[in-house]
C-alpha cells in the first residue's frame, strides 16, 4: 500500500489552515501546515512534500516569491495558489510558473481536493 500524499498548506490564517488541514485529512491526504512562508523554508523535515498549497499573500516572504526561492533551489513542488485578491495582475504574474493553479477564496472544499489529486497523477 502507498502512503498518504504527503500535502504542505502555508497560510498565514490560522482559520484557513485549520479547515485545509480537516478538509485534506478527510480526504485522506497527510498534511503539514506552516503560518509563513520563512517558517516553511526552516522547516526541520527536509522531506518534499508531494503538493504544496500556497496562499499569494503571506506576511514576509509572498507565495510567488516563495514559490520562486524553491524553484531556484530546485525543488518542483505542484503547487496551488490560493487567494483573497483575484487581481489580474497577480494571476499575471503567476504565468511565470509553468503547471500551477490558483484558486479564489472562499473555494469549494472538493474543488481542492480535485486539484491535488489531478496534480498529483502521474
Given at each position: 500500500?502507498?502512503?498518504?500524499?504527503?500535502?504542505?498548506?502555508?497560510?498565514d490564517d490560522v482559520s484557513v489552515r485549520r479547515s485545509?488541514?480537516?478538509?485534506?485529512?478527510?480526504?485522506?491526504?497527510?498534511?503539514?501546515?506552516?503560518?509563513?512562508?520563512?517558517?516553511?523554508?526552516?522547516?526541520?523535515?527536509?522531506?518534499?512534500?508531494?503538493?504544496?498549497?500556497?496562499?499569494?499573500?503571506?506576511?514576509?516572504?509572498?507565495?510567488?516569491?516563495?514559490?520562486?526561492?524553491?524553484?531556484?533551489?530546485?525543488?518542483?513542488?505542484?503547487?496551488?495558489?490560493?487567494?483573497?485578491?483575484?487581481?489580474?495582475?497577480?494571476?499575471?504574474?503567476?504565468?511565470?510558473?509553468?503547471?500551477?493553479?490558483?484558486?479564489?477564496?472562499?473555494?469549494?472544499?472538493?474543488?481542492?481536493?480535485?486539484?491535488?489529486?489531478?496534480?498529483?497523477?502521474?
Open positions: 500500500m502507498a502512503p498518504e500524499p504527503l500535502v504542505a498548506v502555508v497560510d485545509l488541514l480537516r478538509l485534506l485529512r478527510s480526504a485522506g491526504f497527510h498534511v503539514v501546515v506552516y503560518d509563513s512562508g520563512e517558517a516553511f523554508l526552516a522547516r526541520e523535515n527536509p522531506a518534499s512534500p508531494s503538493c504544496l498549497i500556497l496562499d499569494i499573500h503571506l506576511a514576509g516572504i509572498s507565495g510567488p516569491d516563495l514559490k520562486q526561492e524553491l524553484d531556484h533551489r530546485g525543488s518542483n513542488i505542484p503547487t496551488i495558489f490560493i487567494t483573497a485578491h483575484d487581481e489580474e495582475a497577480t494571476r499575471e504574474g503567476l504565468r511565470r510558473f509553468p503547471g500551477v493553479a490558483c484558486l479564489r477564496k472562499p473555494f469549494a472544499g472538493n474543488t481542492l481536493v480535485d486539484l491535488i489529486r489531478q496534480t498529483l497523477k502521474p
